[in-house]
């Protein structure tokens, strides 16, 4: 951020999460919704929480590549106009972590 800490001390607020087994979390930037198809059409918020629960149960590779296949096809052959980064993992049952 480029502003100063008075703006995100009015605007951010932390929480606790308490992941369960099989809960993935997904952090992104917003050139993830943003992204837009030649029309200016945005990927938006329901195709990526769909393809988020659609994909949940399956590797943070594999749920990875099925949204930026996803968002591939949406942008067509338009130029890519904002940063994407995407973050992700998933909690394992107690008997299946390392």
């Known amino acids: 951020g480029l502003a100063g800490e008075e703006t995100f001390s009015h605007t951010i607020k932390e929480r606790e999460v308490e992941l369960q087994a099989g809960d993935r979390f997904v ?5 993830v919704t943003e992204l837009m198809d030649g029309k200016g059409t945005e990927f938006g918020m329901t195709k990526f929480v769909k393809c988020t629960l659609e994909h949940a149960h399956r590797s943070s590779s594999d749920y990875i590549q099925e949204l930026v296949e996803m968002l591939d ?4 052959s338009t130029a890519q106009s904002d940063d994407i980064t995407i973050v992700t993992g998933r909690m394992f049952p107690e008997d299946q972590m390392l």
């Open 27 to 31: 952090l992104y930037t917003d050139g």
């Open 73 to 76: 096809g949406h942008r067509t």
